[in-house]
Each structure stands twice: as C-alpha cells, then as structure tokens.
C-alpha cells in the first residue's frame, strides 16, 4: 500500500488532483476511528477528517516519502484534534458536557435478552468512562485512544504528537492511572 501511496502523491504532484480521492478513500476509516475517539462524537470526527485530508493535500509538496503517507495524515489528523480539544472555550465544553443527559453523546443499542436493570447499569457504566476519557488532557487522551485503541507503538505514538519517546511513554502511563482511578467504583458494579 506504501508504495501504492507514494506513486498516488507523485501523480498529485504532476497535476492530477482527482487522484488524490485515492488517498482519501484508502485512509479514511482509520483517521475517522482515531477522530472519533478522540472527540468523542461523529460530527467533530468527520470535521477532523476533512480538515486533515484538507490540511494534507495543501501541504503535500512537504510530504517526505521516505515516510507512510498514512502515518503521516494520521498525525494531522491528531494534531487537528488536539487543536480543536485546545482551542479556548472549547476545551472547557469538551471537557464539561453535558453531565445532565450522559446518554446524549452515546448510543445505546440493547439486547433483546437485556433487562431494564442491566441496560440501565451498562448506561451508568458508559456515562462514568465517558466522563473518565474527557478528564484527561488533550495529550494523555491522544496518547492512551493511539496505545490502547489504535494499537500503535510508543515511537509511533512520540512520532504523531511530536515529543520524545519518553514523554509518549509517559503520557501513556498517567493516562492510564487517572482512568484506573476514575474507573475504580465500576468494579463491584459490573
């Protein structure tokens, strides 16, 4: 695919600008996956989807092609994110919520088989991680959604956020444990 992608820029960069939908089909559904999570609504995933397919076709003249293609719209895309999660007055909303209809932002699909208890039980538990996620800074909640989510790599990971391995591996880790301590009161509910 790498290789697939590389002649897809070279033709973008000749001229061809229709080609560059090749890109846009062939990465999508990770950079949409990785959007959502981070933000945490279809809206604003699908805004940082085109934004970063945007912001990727303006800038393609600086694409290195040693790298993926796909790792590097991936990055936009999270930096995209981390822009809109940063940006003032946003952030505060993001973070806050709507704390009064926790089930606005999620969809609840049940089971025949569910009873009320339980449906209602796996609403509250959806509720509390929801808030949990929007706790975290906007880097430890990049970091964990690309580690445990995306199964990316810490060098991957220090790579899209543009920081050292450590500090990825640190952003990871404090993630981690403020979630662990949120989360803790699920235990005996579940």
Same mark, same amino acid.
């Given at each position: 695919?790498?290789?697939?992608?590389?002649?897809i820029?070279r033709?973008?960069?000749?001229?061809?600008k229709?080609?560059?939908?090749?890109?846009?089909?062939?990465?999508?559904?990770?950079?949409?996956?990785?959007?959502?999570?981070?933000?945490?609504?279809?809206?604003?995933?699908e805004?940082?989807?085109?934004?970063?397919?945007?912001r990727?076709?303006?800038?393609?003249?600086?694409?290195?092609?040693?790298?993926?293609?796909?790792?590097?719209?991936?990055?936009?895309a999270v930096n995209?994110?981390l822009?809109?999660i940063?940006r003032?007055?946003?952030?505060?909303?993001?973070?806050?919520?709507?704390?009064?209809?926790?089930?606005? #932002?999620?969809?609840?699909?049940?089971?025949?088989?569910?009873?009320?208890?339980?449906?209602?039980l796996?609403?509250?538990?959806?509720?509390?991680?929801e808030?949990a996620?929007?706790?975290?800074?906007p880097?430890e #909640?990049?970091?964990?959604v690309?580690?445990?989510?995306?199964?990316?790599?810490?060098?991957?990971?220090?790579?899209?956020?543009?920081?050292a391995?450590?500090?990825? #591996?640190n952003?990871v880790?404090?993630?981690?444990q403020k979630l662990r301590r949120?989360l803790a009161?699920?235990?005996?509910?579940?």
């Amino acid at each position: 695919m790498q290789e697939n992608d590389h002649s897809i820029v070279r033709a973008v960069l000749a001229g061809d600008k229709e080609a560059y939908g090749a890109l846009v089909r062939a990465h999508s559904g990770s950079i949409f996956r990785v959007a959502f999570r981070m933000m945490g609504n279809e809206a604003d995933a699908e805004e940082i989807v085109q934004e970063a397919f945007l912001r990727g076709y303006q800038r393609l003249e600086s694409f290195q092609q040693r790298a993926s293609f796909g790792t590097w719209v991936y990055r936009i895309a999270v930096n995209c994110a981390l822009d809109r999660i940063q940006r003032p007055g946003i952030e505060a909303e993001y973070r806050a919520g709507d704390e009064n209809d926790p089930e606005e #932002k999620t969809v609840q699909i049940e089971t025949q088989d569910a009873d009320p208890e339980r449906s209602l039980l796996s609403r509250e538990i959806g509720a509390v991680q929801e808030r949990a996620m929007r706790r975290l800074t906007p880097t430890e #909640k990049a970091a964990f959604v690309m580690r445990h989510h995306e199964d990316r790599s810490v060098n991957e990971i220090a790579e899209v956020l543009g920081v050292a391995p450590n500090a990825a #591996k640190n952003a990871v880790f404090r993630a981690v444990q403020k979630l662990r301590r949120e989360l803790a009161p699920l235990r005996g509910m579940a």
